[in-house]
């Protein structure tokens, strides 16, 4: 059975929100709201209003090498990053390619390549559902944290508006992640334009990730678990190899995707569910209509992660709807 909304509301101005949730038909019923759909899994029917982030445009400010540009939440987030590219304007150039919209950049503080939202971003502003007051969030407001934010914490209570982000017109390319500077070397790019490296970080992505217009996936299903370092010994003695990054306040991140690999599930598919071959973070849906399918298979990993490893995966997409009849909730 595929997920079905009761009702869906075409957003495309703050006016039409405020009509939306002003409606008699609406008031008292669930909303969520829906920006390009490529981080949540549907676990079954929406029994309320989607709203459809469709809010357009982009207002362009620059300040000597500043630039300053407020976004509507319902423009396409690598559209807005090929435009900037273009424009020579540095801070988005390593996050290209990453599906969504710009509104669903905030929410789980997107990331790659060794950047993150939170790098660039300003301000927002947004709408709350349930008293249609307009806000304005600063990034501490944001409280934005390795794919996390005060939006996905409080499960879409806000509506986003637009987002307001500093990008550079001086350019000093991040080029710190593994593999990135191996990739100019190949291609002799020794000052790689903005342009250039949007190019470069969309090819390796194109590589290693599916595209989820072809191949359904909401890409990371699992965030990157973070330990405290005096886990690592206990963690090497047992698997010498383990893929680990260091962070701030003495903790550790380890590579998910080496984790699930070594558990024997790269590739692996059961039923209508698997994980890409070249990508064990990422599962891929070969034809479930419903996420509960998608979410037990995470289990049986999480389960066999946990059991090897003694390491707990937090799954990353936004889960929607109930998740009755599942071990666990969410
Ligand atoms: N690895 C394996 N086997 C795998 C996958 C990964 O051994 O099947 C190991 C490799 O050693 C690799 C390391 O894991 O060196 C890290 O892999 P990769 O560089 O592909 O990145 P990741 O940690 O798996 C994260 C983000 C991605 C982002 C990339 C690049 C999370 C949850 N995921 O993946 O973000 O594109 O880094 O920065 O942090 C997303 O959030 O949806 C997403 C795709």
Known sequence: MPSVARFVGHVESVEDLSD????????????????????????????????????????????????????????????????????????????????GSVGAAPVQNIGAYGV?????????????????EKRIFSREQCQFSYRDSF????????????????????????????????????????????????????????IKLPDPIHVPNAGSFFKNPVVPETELPRLRADHPDIVSFPQANHKVKIAAGWLIEQCGWKGKRVGQVGTYAKQA??????????????????????????????????????LIGSTEGLARQY
């Not at 207002?59 to 690598?78: K, L, N, P, S």
Request: hydrophobic share 40%.
């Open 116 to 132: 993150e939202l939170a790098d660039v971003f300003q301000h927002l502003d947004a709408v709350h559902l349930g008293s249609g």
């Open 20 to 99: 939306l949730l002003s409606d008699s038909r609406f008031t008292a019923i669930p909303k969520w709201v829906l920006g390009g759909g490529s981080n949540i899994v549907l676990l079954n029917d929406f029994p309320g209003l989607v709203l459809l982030n469709q809010i357009r445009g982009i207002d362009v400010r620059e300040q000597g090498d500043e630039v300053w540009i407020t976004v509507g939440a319902g423009e396409c987030w690598h559209d807005l990053v090929r435009f900037t590219a273009r424009s020579n304007w540095s801070g988005l150039e390593n996050l290209s390619l990453i599906p």
């Open 281 to 318: 973070l990422v599962l891929v849906n070969y034809g479930v209509r419903n996420g509960q399918e998608i979410i037990e298979f995470a289990e049986q990993i999480k389960t066999d992660v946990k059991s090897t490893f003694g390491i707990e995966l937090e799954i990353e997409p936004q």
């Open 151 to 206: 939006f996905k914490q409080t499960k879409g209570e806000f509506f986003i508006v637009s987002v307001t982000l500093k990008l550079s017109k001086k350019y000093q390319p991040k080029i710190d992640y593994h593999g990135i500077q191996a990739a100019l070397e190949q291609r002799a790019w020794v000052n790689p334009s903005v342009l250039q490296m949007s190019d470069l970080i969309s090819e390796i992505r194109a």
